[in-house]
Structures are given as C-alpha cells and as structure tokens.
C-alpha cells in the first residue's frame, strides 16, 4: 500500500469522504454514501443516548437476544435505528446484527454491500452514564446483483472487510472508522450536527502500560493468561477496565494497551462477537499498527462459521499482543 495522505483537521466528515474518494476514480460513491448512512444513525442514538435519562428509554426491554443477553431498551432502538438507516440508504443488501437471530434482507437487491453491526455495545453501563459504542463492519456481497442475500454473503473473513468503524459516546461522541487506508478519528460537534475530523491518520503506539480485562474472571482463565496478567503486575502496568469494549479499545488505541477477553472455563470462546465486534476492531487496530488475536491466529483471518461466533480476543499495541501471545493464553 501506498503511504496514506495525512489529511488536514477541522473537515467535515462530509467534506472528508468526498475527497477521499476522488483519490479513486472508480469508485461509485455507494460506500461513501454507506458511510454516510451509518454516521446519521450515530447521530439520532447519540441524541438519545444524551437524554435517555429524561425519557423512559433505559433499562431493560424484557426479551434476550440470541446470545442470551437480556436487551437493555437502547440496544433495541439503536437496532432499529441503524438497520432503519441502512435499508433507507439503500447501498446495502443485507445486515447482520448482535440482536437478530438471522440475517436480515434489506430489500435492496441492487445494495452491493452488507454490513455486520453491534449497534450498541457496552449495554450494561447504559443506565449508568458510562461510555457505549456501536461496532460495524462493511462487506461486498458474494452473491449477484439482483438478487437476495444468502448466509455466505455473512459468512466473510475479516481480510474482506472493505471498510469498519465505530462510533464512542463517551465524553464527547467520536466517530473512529478505516477503508483500509489508514484510520481517521472525527469528533461530533453537537452545535453543528457535524462530525470534524480531529485525529487524522491515527496511529497506535507500539508499546504501552495499560492492560484491560475482567480480572473477575481470573480463577476461570488459562494458566499462560494468568501467567501474563502475573506479567503486567510485576512490570506495575495499570488496570483499566470499563465494561465497553468500544471505550476500553479507543482509550488503548490513543494511549497504547493490551484489551483482552480471553476464553474462560465457562465461555470456552470468551464473549465477544467475531463478526459484530471483533473482525471491526482487528481491521481498525492494524491499520493504526496495532495487533489483533485469537491467542493462535489473526481475528482477520479467522474462517466464520456461524453469523454469530465468538472468539478470543487479544487487541492492542503490537508488542503488548505479541507478548501476551508468547505467554501461551
Ligand atoms: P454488548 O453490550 O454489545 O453485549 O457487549 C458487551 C461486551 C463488551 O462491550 C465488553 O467488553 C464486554 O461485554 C464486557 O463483558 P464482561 O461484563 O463479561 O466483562
Ligand atoms: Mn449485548
Ligand atoms: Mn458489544
Ligand atoms: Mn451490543
């Protein structure tokens, strides 16, 4: 690959993708528009994320999702939200999300795109005012134009994603996302209505001092993960450990740091999503030079069986992951 342009601050995301895409001169503007599409969605959950506390839209909606998880009511209006975003924006055929059993048909036969989707992530901290995300992953289909999508249009490695992102309603709400030219960061300006860049070609540090890990789970974890954790603490590394893996991800991204969720005696595959979580955060980190694991392989090159797999996750800067792997997790 060609060294990425180092673009300018103070663009509109708007602005950004229009010039971003006239480096391609065959590109049709369909994933722009995709893009588009998903930081509106952003946009009406940031909204209500912002007054949830006025209006009853937190706590729990009363149903679970296939992974068991009982729904918190903002997973399921950010869900319907994005999936609404996408159908109407029409560049995508069909979407597969952390909420829904199957795959969805969007009805967009010509979409030549579907889209993995965790629209909120973090959902227990929800009604207590902690940073939450939304995870999303962008595929070409397999299948015909024309046609409805089938499983294998899911069914995708990581190495196929032709874009990822996710969005962080933290202090501010950011936009972080990559088209596999390097990662660029915008910062949602609620006077505006606009996402400005603010971290353009965003890099990881190769090292860092932070390692994030439900340590609860320590009597569950593997003797090389418990050997590593003994690691972090004779070398007097911080702990930082928010329950969202979107804010856990993005502040080690900045700072340099090791996420991990690794298997336990319990979830023989720990608890994150290949396809919602996982794959995303993988193709974002080592475009910002950073490592994503399995403890055996790369996440992105993981074979999906199943819509919604889940897998080990070792992710952050790459000496930190390296190491961790060394340990035999
Ligand atoms: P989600 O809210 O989308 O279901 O994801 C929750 C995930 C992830 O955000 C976080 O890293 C992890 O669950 C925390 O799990 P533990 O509570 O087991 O530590
Ligand atoms: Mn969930
Ligand atoms: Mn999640
Ligand atoms: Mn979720």
Redesign the pocket.
Same mark, same amino acid.
């Given at each position: 690959n060609t060294t990425p342009h180092v673009p300018s601050v103070g663009r509109t995301l708007d602005r950004f993708i229009k010039q971003d895409q006239a480096q391609f001169p065959n590109a049709t503007g369909d994933l722009s528009q995709l893009l588009r599409d998903i930081a509106w969605a952003s946009k009406i959950i940031h909204r209500e994320i912002n007054r949830a506390g006025l209006i009853d839209i937190t706590g729990s909606y009363g149903t679970h999702n296939i992974?068991g998880?009982e729904q918190q009511k903002l997973?399921v209006i950010a869900n319907v939200r994005f999936i609404r975003a996408l159908k109407n924006g029409g560049e995508v055929c069909g979407i597969i999300s952390?909420e829904d059993d199957d795959f969805i048909d969007t009805g967009n036969l010509n979409g030549k795109y579907i889209v993995a989707i965790?629209p =909120?992530?973090?959902?227990?901290n929800i009604d207590v005012n902690v940073s939450?995300g939304t995870i999303f992953s962008i595929y070409r289909r397999k299948s015909p134009l024309g046609t409805p999508p089938v499983l294998e249009d899911f069914l995708q490695k990581g190495t196929e994603q032709v874009g990822a992102g996710y969005v962080l309603y933290g202090s501010s709400t950011m936009l972080v996302y990559t088209t596999g030219h390097g990662v660029n960061a915008f910062t949602y300006e609620n006077s505006l209505g606009e996402y400005i860049l603010s971290k353009p070609h965003l890099q990881t540090p190769d090292d860092g001092k932070i390692y994030s890990i439900?340590e609860?789970?320590y009597n569950d974890l593997s003797e090389g993960v418990k050997n590593y954790l003994n690691y972090c603490k004779e070398k007097k590394y911080s702990a930082r450990?928010i329950?969202? =893996?979107?804010a856990?991800f993005h502040r080690n991204l900045l700072k340099g740091g090791i996420f991990m969720?690794p298997a336990t005696a319990k979830d023989k595959n720990g608890?994150?999503r290949l396809m919602?979580?996982c794959n995303a955060l993988a193709f974002i980190v080592e475009q910002a030079g950073g490592v994503a694991s399995d403890g055996k392989q790369r996440i992105l090159e993981i074979e999906p069986t199943s819509i919604h797999q889940r897998v080990p996750l070792y992710i952050g800067s790459k000496n930190m992951v390296e190491k961790a792997i060394a340990f035999n997790p």
């Open positions: 992974q998880e997973d952390e965790d =909120l992530d973090g959902s227990s939450i439900n609860g789970n450990y329950g969202s =893996l979107v856990d969720y608890k994150l919602h979580e």
